[in-house]
């Protein structure tokens, strides 16, 4: 195993419950402030989906001592970056400024934590409601393949299972949201006790956390949360969804998705390096079988198999086969099967070496960068409890075995295990659901 390099880090816990990591890299005067809350569409009941991903929306909309603009303002005038994501389990929202500037985005996250209701009007919600749903006529109902992740919630998870909506959720639900909904949501949610700051970068650990207990120590802790949704599923689908979507698509496209263990389970890891292995850059098997050696499938820009990271029961593995033109999705489909299946007799060494080393260069990567690392201290101390997985993560991944990718894909790339969506060309598509 390489050497690999590590990151140094202090964990603290506000009197109100913010837990609080701190990493000093002196490298460059620049540092990343960031907020994880522990919200996300997976917290979301039957009727208000989507709310987790309005209130990235309304976050930056003003708060006690901001105001609608001043977020993005104040942040660019210093020379820096920010902003906000909602993942099915967690919100997040960060800023990248020079190091002399770090009290100004501690302050800006601190008025929002404690102080968004003071701005949260009626204009404010009705003026996001319709971003969003604009947002989702662009990146959804009015794009090619577009409806291909809603489906794969609906049909990978059970109704009433908390990833059987994705983060956008229903415009219904959100035509429906008043303005006490909205409150009611935030005041649910939004508090130091149910959060996470990582700050990191050119700083000095005591007069940082000193400045945090400043801006954020009055802010009053909330106590309890509401339960989340139960997330028990069984490990396999069962049996094969098969979903043909006929669309307005220059070319036909087929998504497969497989539910495998959840991230952070020794399983994902293994599926992780499995799918490495069958689809990840110009050297896995589905390359050479289904680019070079026949040719039927679109030369991929990334990895033709993504694990989505989710923590809930069960995880998707999710397979990405856009057909080259005049070639039969069937075709695609029954060749991509072939190799999927190849997995289970058994993976070269080199194989696991070159999946090791693409692993090793995206995590390093990610890592390289004061806001990538903030937000992975956030990650994992949000959904685990342990910042330290920022250091141990990657050589729990790099330790996976042949058998352990043999096991996973036996386990995983199953019929009885996968929905599949096939896209094709149509002049009438599918009616998009709201």
């Not at 020079?98 to 008025?111: R, Y």
Request: charged letters at 25%; glycine letters at 8%.
């Amino acid at each position: 195993m390489p050497t690999l390099p590590h990151y140094p880090f202090s964990q603290h816990r506000l009197d109100n419950g913010l837990r609080v990591v701190i990493s000093e890299d002196h490298l460059a005067p620049v540092v990343a402030v960031n907020v994880w809350y522990d919200v996300g569409s997976r917290h979301e009941t039957p009727g208000r989906t989507g709310f987790a991903h309005l209130f990235e929306h309304l976050m930056f909309q003003g708060s006690k001592n901001v105001g609608r603009s001043d977020h993005f303002g104040l942040i660019s005038e210093a020379g820096g970056t920010l902003n906000g994501t909602t993942w099915c389990d967690r919100t997040n929202y960060y800023e990248t400024v020079p190091a002399n500037h770090l009290e100004t985005a501690l302050w800006l996250e601190a008025d929002r934590m404690g102080g968004l209701l003071d701005a949260l009007d009626q204009d404010n919600l009705d003026n996001q409601r319709d971003v969003v749903k604009n947002e989702k006529r662009q990146t959804r109902d009015n794009q090619p393949y577009g409806r291909w992740l809603e489906l794969l919630h609906e049909l990978g998870y059970p109704p009433g299972h908390p990833y059987h909506h994705s983060t956008i959720g229903s415009m219904a639900d959100l035509d429906a949201a008043s303005l006490e909904d909205a409150r009611s949501f935030y005041s649910t949610w939004y508090a130091p006790d149910n959060a996470v700051l990582s700050v990191v970068g050119d700083v000095e650990t005591a007069s940082t956390l000193h400045a945090i207990e400043r801006y954020f120590g009055g802010i009053p802790a909330k106590g309890s949360f509401p339960t989340t949704p139960p997330s028990d599923v069984p490990p396999r689908i069962g049996q094969e969804i098969r979903r043909h979507v006929p669309d307005r698509v220059p070319l036909p496209r087929t998504f497969i998705g497989y539910r495998c263990p959840p991230f952070g389970s020794p399983g994902f890891d293994a599926v992780e390096v499995m799918s490495t292995v069958l689809g990840g850059g110009r050297g896995s098997r589905i390359y050479k079988s289904l680019v070079l050696d026949r040719p039927l499938l679109q030369p991929p820009d990334g990895n033709v198999l993504s694990p989505w990271p989710f923590v809930g029961g069960a995880a998707l593995l999710v397979a990405d086969l856009p057909a080259r033109e005049g070639v039969d999705v069937a075709e695609l489909e029954e060749a991509y099967h072939e190799v999927a299946a190849s997995v289970v007799d058994g993976v070269s060494e080199a194989e696991l070496e070159r999946a090791r080393a693409l692993i090793t260069s995206d995590w390093l990567h990610h890592l390289a960068t004061v806001d990538g690392r903030a937000d992975t201290f956030s990650q994992f101390t949000t959904l685990f409890g342990d910042p330290g997985l920022v250091n141990d993560m990657l050589p729990r991944v790099l330790a996976v075995t042949e058998d352990d990718v043999r096991a996973a894909a036996a386990d995983v790339l199953r019929e009885d295990n996968r929905v599949v969506l096939v896209f094709e060309p149509s002049d009438e598509p599918d009616e998009v659901a709201a």
